[in-house]
């Protein structure tokens, strides 16, 4: 069974500075990567998608994904306020079975 | 914009009494999932529908029940709720089974006492 894990639990940055999260995959079919926030009381909203080794860049937000080390990582540019929130880690296998990771509680401080 | 909507949003009920949350989604979209997401925030799928049909069904109690009158919605009933049903409930929808982001309303917190 797919496991999804995330780090760190937590990390608080200064409001410019560059935030970096991680989620490690143990499934290597997996081929469906995206990250997903959560600010409080609110449902998901998807940041980036990555389907291939390599970066994806949307806006502030960079996925970096390498499938041979089972690691997909998102940076955070200029962090500010508004981007404390919870990012979850969803893996998909090509079987299309999703699994979300426990989750990173991310704090911008201004 | 929202467009999965969910209600109510918040519901305190009492051991043993049924509750339902209701889905709605406006993008026109297949496919539909209840997931459950509890204090730390981890998230279980639950149930998901293609086209009105179960497609997923993952060991939940039985007193769990979705309900689906067409493919833009996707009900959730609790019969005789226990303490441990006391979580968030996420109702998201995709456009196809697999492989696709998935759109998430606001979710419903029900708190059991």
């Known amino acids: 069974q797919q496991k999804v894990q995330q780090s760190p639990e937590s990390l608080t940055v200064s409001e410019g500075a560059m935030a970096s999260l991680n989620c490690t995959f143990s499934?290597?079919?997996?081929?469906?990567f995206r990250w997903y926030r959560q600010h409080s009381a609110k449902g998901l909203e998807v940041l980036v998608s990555?389907?291939?080794?390599g970066e994806k860049e949307e806006g502030r937000f960079t996925a970096h994904l390498n499938r041979a080390n089972l690691h997909v990582s998102l940076h955070i540019r200029e962090p500010q306020p508004s981007d404390s929130a919870v990012y979850l880690c969803?893996?998909?296998?090509?079987?299309?079975?999703?699994?979300f990771g426990d989750g990173t509680v991310l704090t911008v401080k201004p | 914009e929202t467009a999965v909507f969910q209600t109510p949003n918040y519901h305190v009920t009492q051991v043993g009494n049924e509750v339902s949350f209701n889905c709605k989604q406006t993008l026109g979209h297949d496919t539909m999932y209840w997931y459950k997401q509890d204090s730390k925030k981890l998230l279980k799928i639950m149930f998901s529908y293609n086209n009105k049909q179960l497609i997923v069904n993952e060991t939940v109690p039985r007193r769990f029940s979705p309900q689906s009158s067409d493919k833009a919605h996707l009900n959730l009933r609790i019969k005789s709720v226990e303490p441990e049903d006391s979580a968030v409930y996420l109702c998201?929808?995709?456009?196809?089974?697999?492989?696709?982001?998935?759109?998430f309303g606001e979710g419903s917190r029900l708190i059991v006492v």
């Open positions: 499934d290597g079919t997996s081929n469906n």
């Open positions: 990555i389907f291939s080794d």
């Open positions: 998201a929808s995709s456009l196809l089974v697999s492989g696709n982001t998935l759109y």
């Open positions: 969803a893996v998909s296998t090509n079987t299309g079975k999703l699994t």
